[in-house]
């Protein structure tokens, strides 16, 4: 990598690898990296491992937690009854900053696809059948991008609950096509929350 030496050009690589991050941004990072005292640096290096080795899916909904089960889920004041479902974790951390929603959520970690060999049984569908079969009056609320794997997987999830007591829903279409849940500004989340449609 240019004329870095071994040792920069491996700390350039390293940032290379974030999403979003490209060439010269791992580069600015790098650098900026060895202006830090050590102290930080080493804290910082902690911090990171310490988030690989004891951040784990809650076993309840799915979200990431350090927890045995995620601080969502222990809130007893939030609405049990309302679940949303969502791809994976970092939407949870949208819905959360827009701060209006008071139900809990279910995170699938991935979407149906058999394009690509994602079939249902390889996402978290089985444990949101046995949540809601504890429930009285259960709403769902399906929050997935609108894309084919979206759609497909909303029908198979509205197909398992046919016939059994569940009401479905869904966030409006004012959420532009194929965007990412955790990409919506607070507003236009919530708006989409608000105006969630049923799904007949």
């Known amino acids: ?71 969502i889920c222990a809130d007893t004041n939030r609405n ?21 929603y008071n139900g809990v959520y279910h995170v699938l970690n991935g979407l149906i696809s058999p394009i690509d060999d994602i079939n249902p049984e390889d996402i978290n569908i089985a444990s949101l059948v046995s949540r809601v079969e ?15 794997e979206g759609e497909t997987t909303t029908l198979y999830i509205k197909k398992i609950f046919e016939g059994k007591n569940v009401e479905i829903s869904r966030l409006s279409y004012g959420i532009p096509m194929g965007t990412e849940i955790d990409y919506l500004d607070e507003i236009t989340l919530d708006r989409a929350l608000n105006d969630r449609k049923k799904i007949s």
């Open 1 to 71: 990598m240019r004329s870095y030496p071994v040792v920069l050009a491996n700390l350039i690589n390293c940032f290379c690898k974030l999403p979003g991050i490209g060439e010269k941004s791992a580069e600015r990072m790098a650098l900026s990296l060895l202006e830090l005292p050590v102290e930080d640096v080493e804290s910082f290096a902690e911090a990171m491992v310490d988030s690989k080795n004891n951040l784990h899916p809650c076993p309840i909904c799915g979200h990431i937690t350090d927890k045995e089960v995620c601080d």
């Open 134 to 148: 504890k429930l009285e009056d259960p709403e769902l609320i399906i929050a997935l991008k609108s894309t084919i």
């Open 80 to 100: 049990q009854n309302i679940i949303c479902i969502l791809e994976d974790y970092k939407s949870v951390f949208a819905f959360e900053k827009a701060g209006n």
